[in-house]
């Protein structure tokens, strides 16, 4: 079942009434600092995985045998 415009409206108009606009705005803010915590933890944990992969890559030289 698809929510139209009018459903999203009348929805928004439901929540404004119950909690009201500062309530709402502040909610919002607090979702707005979670989205951009996430992107910045998924982008350093990549930035990391990807270090840590050319960290591996570097070293390619065969270790050295010893002479018995």
Same mark, same amino acid.
């Given at each position: $079942?698809? $929510?139209?415009?009018?459903?999203? +409206?009348?929805?928004?108009?439901?929540?404004?009434? +119950? @909690?009201?606009? %500062?309530? &709402?705005?502040?909610?919002?803010?607090? &979702? %707005?600092? %979670?989205?951009? #915590? @996430?992107?910045?933890? &998924?982008?350093?944990?990549? #930035?990391?995985?990807?270090? #840590?992969?050319?960290?591996? #890559?570097?070293?390619?030289?065969?270790?050295?045998?010893?002479? &018995?």
């Amino acid at each position: $079942m698809q $929510m139209g415009p009018l459903q999203l +409206l009348l929805i928004a108009v439901v929540v404004l009434v +119950l @909690f009201g606009r %500062g309530k &709402v705005s502040s909610l919002m803010g607090e &979702v %707005g600092k %979670g989205i951009t #915590a @996430f992107k910045k933890g &998924v982008s350093d944990g990549s #930035a990391e995985i990807e270090k #840590a992969a050319a960290d591996e #890559a570097k070293d390619v030289t065969p270790a050295p045998k010893d002479k &018995v």
